[in-house]
T-cell receptor, first 112, second 111 residues
């Protein structure tokens, strides 16, 4: 596609459930990033994939969060046993380093 | 480690007035610096970037930013605000292959 595509755009779940968020990067982009945007918290880095290198997971807030990138393209962010504080907009971006990051429109997660 | 501080979580200006959004960075290496804009209910869009060429960088929609090493600053300016500039603005510094973002500044433009 022309841009970074994320799904679902909105997800409402109950506390304790697992959720999966998907990101389709721009074709040919070797780098993929996940960020979290919470009200008043700015953009918090979560994880970064670059080519075949080991991902930079330094921003994952707990072991309930994980992400994978299959075939160097699509990525899935998984949150296990969701908590209310996980409610946020999860943004995916891709790039062809050292070029700019292109962002998707985000997945809004609400944990009840 | 790289970091960014945006001074002022909310800035309000009148239409036609100068826009000044402040950003200070910390970096152990010569930085690459960016400003992104997020319009309501949309994703982030690159406004401009500094990559060690000219210190005055011009971006889209009439915005520009000046890299000042002595002040570790990269403030964003626009001479005359327009109603359509109302959005959230994020400053970012590159570090370890990723971007480190500031907390964001919400710009309101009054008629």
């Amino acid at each position: 596609g022309a841009g970074v595509s994320q799904s679902p755009s909105n997800k409402v779940t109950e506390k304790g459930k697992d959720v999966e968020l998907r990101c389709d990067p721009i074709s040919g982009h070797t780098a993929l990033y996940w960020y979290r945007q919470s009200l008043g918290q700015g953009l918090e880095f979560l994880i970064y994939f670059q080519g075949n290198s080991a991902p930079d997971k330094s921003g994952l807030p707990s072991d309930r969060f994980s992400a994978e990138r299959t075939g160097g393209s699509v990525s899935t962010l998984t949150i296990q046993r969701t908590q209310q504080e996980d409610s946020a907009v999860y943004l995916c971006a891709s790039s062809f380093p050292p070029g700019e990051l292109f962002f998707g429109e985000g997945s809004r997660l609400t944990v009840l | 480690a790289q970091s960014v501080t945006q001074l002022g979580s909310h800035v309000s200006v009148s239409e036609g007035a100068l826009v000044l959004l402040r950003c200070n960075y910390s970096s152990s290496v010569p930085p690459y610096l960016f400003w992104y804009v997020q319009y309501p209910n949309q994703g982030l869009q690159l406004l401009l970037k500094y990559t060690s060429a000219a210190t005055l960088v011009k971006g889209i929609n009439g915005f520009e930013a000046e890299f000042k090493k002595s002040e570790t600053s990269f403030h964003l300016t626009k001479p005359s605000a327009h109603m359509s500039d109302a959005a959230e603005y994020f400053c970012a510094v590159s570090g370890g292959g990723k971007l480190i973002f500031g907390q964001g500044t919400e710009l309101s433009v009054k008629p």
